[in-house]
């Protein structure tokens, strides 16, 4: 079973950037096709930004030109970049395969957008 492991949530002001960070444990396939979820309070998790088989990326409409995801290939890494955040961007945020997340769900890592 693959476990995700994520990092780099915290509290920021609107209009302000973090960098998260996942590192799946366990047995993962070489190269996995991972992306990034986003639950935020009383709504549905929900894939914000995820690579395709032909290593581009795609995002979610909402986060489209702010938020960028990039990874290292190496490690089996997966970041995002999230600049220019706003209190609708506050959720616990996952890293799971994408589109379809068929590994077990992490903790997350919260980010919450707050003045």
């Known amino acids: 079973q693959v476990y995700p492991v994520e990092s780099g949530g915290g509290l920021v002001q609107p209009g302000g950037s973090l960098r998260l960070s996942c590192a799946p444990s366990?047995?993962?396939?070489?190269?996995?096709?991972m992306g990034w979820y986003r639950r935020a309070p009383g709504k549905q998790r929900e894939l914000v930004a995820r690579f395709t088989s032909a290593g581009m990326t795609i995002y979610a409409d909402s986060v489209k030109g702010r938020f960028i995801i990039s990874k290292d290939t190496n490690k089996n890494m997966v970041y995002l970049q999230m600049n220019a955040l706003t209190p609708d961007d506050t959720a616990v945020y996952y890293c799971?395969?994408?589109?379809?997340?068929?590994?077990?769900w992490g903790q997350g890592t919260q980010v919450t957008v707050s003045s």
């Open positions: 799971n395969l994408a589109p379809t997340p068929l590994w077990a």
């Open positions: 366990g047995r993962i396939e070489r190269h996995p096709m």
